[in-house]
């Protein structure tokens, strides 16, 4: 039991690593594009 309770945890603990590498490349890229767009924006104005 003690077994199977130690794998459960490390599976999880596993995943929130994951989703919190996941997190910081999916954050940031909504943002990144949204920049890219206002940058493009102003170019075309001038």
Not at 16 to 33: A, D, E, M, Q, R
């Amino acid at each position: 039991a003690m077994v199977a309770a130690e794998l459960n945890r490390q599976k999880s603990r596993a995943q929130n690593t994951l989703i919190k590498s996941l997190g910081w490349i999916i954050v940031p890229l909504p943002v990144f594009v949204y920049y890219q767009r206002r940058l493009r924006e102003k170019d075309n104005e001038i």
